[in-house]
């Protein structure tokens, strides 16, 4: 009788782990509005990927072939360097990530 509790607990466990991640993929995947920073000395935009604190990872993106490249930074947010980024929150269908 132990040897099928183990199996259902083990099985259990699985279930509940495939189901997050099944939940946190399709969320992702229906995601469509993003953060967009576009670097005024480059004219160059990037999607910002996640904020830590003063710190962001940001990526560049095409906005006109809604590509994203994996070509990650990480940049630090300075005080006295504001003005040579522009934030905008921006609605971008199918993004893709490039290869």
Same mark, same amino acid.
């Given at each position: 009788?132990?040897?099928? %509790? !183990?199996?259902?607990? $083990?099985?259990?466990?699985?279930? =509940?782990?495939?189901?997050?991640?099944? $939940?946190?993929?399709?969320?992702? %995947?229906? %995601? !469509?509005?993003?953060?967009?920073?576009?670097?005024?000395?480059?004219?160059?935009?990037?999607?910002?990927? !996640?904020?830590?604190?003063?710190?962001? =990872?940001?990526?560049?993106?095409?906005?006109?072939? !809604?590509?994203?490249?994996?070509?990650?930074?990480? =940049?630090?947010? %300075?005080?006295?360097?504001?003005?040579?980024?522009?934030?905008?929150?921006?609605?971008?269908?199918?993004?893709?990530?490039?290869?």
């Amino acid at each position: 009788m132990k040897k099928y %509790e !183990s199996l259902l607990a $083990i099985c259990f466990v699985a279930f =509940i782990l495939f189901t997050v991640f099944d $939940i946190g993929y399709s969320i992702a %995947e229906s %995601e !469509s509005t993003y953060i967009v920073m576009k670097d005024n000395s480059t004219n160059q935009s990037y999607v910002v990927l !996640s904020v830590q604190g003063a710190r962001a =990872i940001v990526a560049k993106v095409d906005l006109k072939r !809604s590509t994203v490249y994996p070509e990650y930074q990480l =940049i630090k947010f %300075e005080t006295d360097k504001l003005n040579e980024h522009t934030l905008s929150l921006k609605e971008i269908k199918n993004l893709e990530v490039k290869k």
